[in-house]
């Protein structure tokens, strides 16, 4: 078996060189879910633009398999999807990653009857409703994710 020596660089040398390490933390991650691919790679971008990580998912069997391999701080998903909807995909993320956030979006009005069952199950998820000002959405997000920072530092 052969030994593998790695040279040290002194941190001057490298900051000489104009190289620093990245001390930057790691940004919250959110999951964003919609079956219409076009509007979650648009949050996608929205959200990467305001400094987070963010992921797209197109349907909610994917999104929970993502949100076991990579757990998010946030989901965002979209209420009315065919298979599991966004009620059933935050039940099970919740059960799986208990400090993921969640925030449900939706445009059909249809989505007030699963919206009142979930809160008779005792389960109150965040809402916004379709369309959303990108402004807002973010307002939103950052409110859950700052809400979630400040129950951990408790």
Known sequence: MSETNFECVPLAELAAKGLKPDT??????VL???DEQV???????ILKQ???AAIAA???ESALEMALLVPPNLLLSDVAMPGMNGIELAIAVRNKVQDCRIL???GHASTTCLLEEAKNRALDFA???KPVHP????????ASLIDDADKLAA
């Open 32 to 34: 964003v879910v919609d």
């Open 24 to 29: 930057t933390p790691n940004p919250p991650i």
């Open 127 to 129: 809402f916004l409703a």
């Open 58 to 60: 197109y349907d909610g």
């Open 104 to 106: 449900l979006f939706s």
């Open 135 to 142: 402004k807002d959405l973010l307002a939103q997000v950052f």
């Open 50 to 52: 305001a400094g987070l």
């Open 39 to 45: 509007i979650a790679d648009t949050l996608v971008v």
